[in-house]
C-alpha cells in the first residue's frame, strides 16, 4: 500500500546513468517507461539492482513524496504495489532510485485508462426565455466523445438555439431561450474504447414570469407620498387648532 499521493511531472531524465558500474531496472526495463494499466487493478512495480558489488539501499517515489517501505524491502531489490490503480494515477511516475546516488534511477510513467465517473440523473427548472446549460463534466482516458440525446432519439440541433461544448474533461449542452418544446429527458451519452456512460437531465421548463414595471411602481409611490404629505401641510392650522380647542375644553 502506497503512503504519499503527490502529483509529479514527467522526469527529464530519459535513462537510468550508472554509478561505478551500478544500474537499477523496473520490471525488467533499465530505461524510463509508460506502464498503462486499467483503474481498479492491481499493479506491481519491482526494481532491480544490476552490476553491484555490495548491497545496495533503494528507495521509491511517487511523484515528489517518498513511499514507506518496510524493512526487508530495500536491498537489492524492492517491490511495491498499487492496489487499486485509480484515475489519479494517471500521468504520475513512480520513481525507483539508488539511496547512495539518486541520480541513478528508473521511472515508470503510468497511463490508467478509466471511464468517466458519471451517472444517474439530474432534474432541472429554468424560466421560459431563459438560458439553461447541462454539465455532463467528467475525465477519461482515453478521451471520450459525448452524443447527446433528447426523449432517446439523438437530438437535431438547432442552430442558435442549441450549442455544443467539449473539451477532454467537460460535456455541455446549452440551451438558448428555452421554450416549453424543450421539455423533456435530455441524455449524455459519452463513448471510449473502454465501454460508455450516461446521464439523463430532466428538463422543465416553467411559466415566464410576469415583469411588473418597477419604474412606473416606484413613480406612482413617490406620487401617492407626495399628496399624502402636501395634505398634511395644507390641513396643519386646522390639526393644531382642532388640537388646541379639545386641550381648553379639557381643562
Known amino acids: 500500500m502506497l503512503v504519499a499521493r503527490v502529483r509529479h511531472r514527467m522526469p527529464k531524465c530519459l535513462h537510468s546513468p550508472s554509478f561505478a558500474g ?9 530505461l524510463d517507461f509508460t506502464l498503462s494499466a486499467a483503474s481498479g487493478s492491481v499493479l506491481s512495480l519491482s526494481c532491480l539492482v544490476q552490476n553491484n558489488s555490495q548491497a545496495e539501499e533503494l528507495l521509491w517515489y511517487r511523484g515528489d513524496g517518498t513511499v514507506d517501505l518496510k524493512a526487508g524491502n530495500k536491498e537489492n531489490v524492492s517491490n511495491i504495489c498499487i492496489s487499486p490503480v485509480t484515475a489519479d494515477d494517471n500521468g504520475v511516475a513512480f520513481t525507483c532510485k539508488l539511496k547512495r546516488d539518486r541520480s541513478v534511477q528508473v521511472s515508470v510513467i503510468l497511463d490508467v485508462q478509466f471511464l468517466p465517473a458519471f451517472s444517474g440523473g439530474e432534474t432541472l427548472w429554468v424560466e421560459e426565455e431563459k438560458d439553461v446549460t447541462l454539465d455532463c463534466n467528467s475525465k477519461s482516458n482515453p478521451q471520450g466523445q459525448a452524443i447527446w440525446y433528447k426523449n432517446n432519439n439523438t437530438l437535431t440541433l438547432e442552430q442558435k438555439r442549441y450549442q455544443v461544448y467539449q ?45 411588473f414595471p418597477t419604474e412606473a411602481i416606484i413613480a406612482a409611490a413617490v406620487v401617492v407620498a407626495l399628496t399624502i404629505i402636501f395634505g398634511i401641510v395644507a390641513r396643519k392650522e386646522k390639526i393644531f387648532k382642532c388640537f388646541k380647542g379639545s386641550s381648553e375644553t379639557a381643562l
Open 22 to 30: 551500478v544500474e537499477l531496472s523496473v520490471n525488467n526495463n533499465a
Open 167 to 211: 473539451t477532454s474533461d467537460v460535456y455541455q449542452l446549452s440551451i438558448k431561450k428555452a421554450q416549453k418544446s424543450d421539455n423533456g429527458t435530455y441524455t449524455c451519452l459519452v463513448k471510449s474504447d473502454l465501454g460508455e456512460r450516461r446521464k439523463d437531465f430532466h428538463l422543465i421548463v416553467e411559466d415566464k414570469k410576469p415583469v
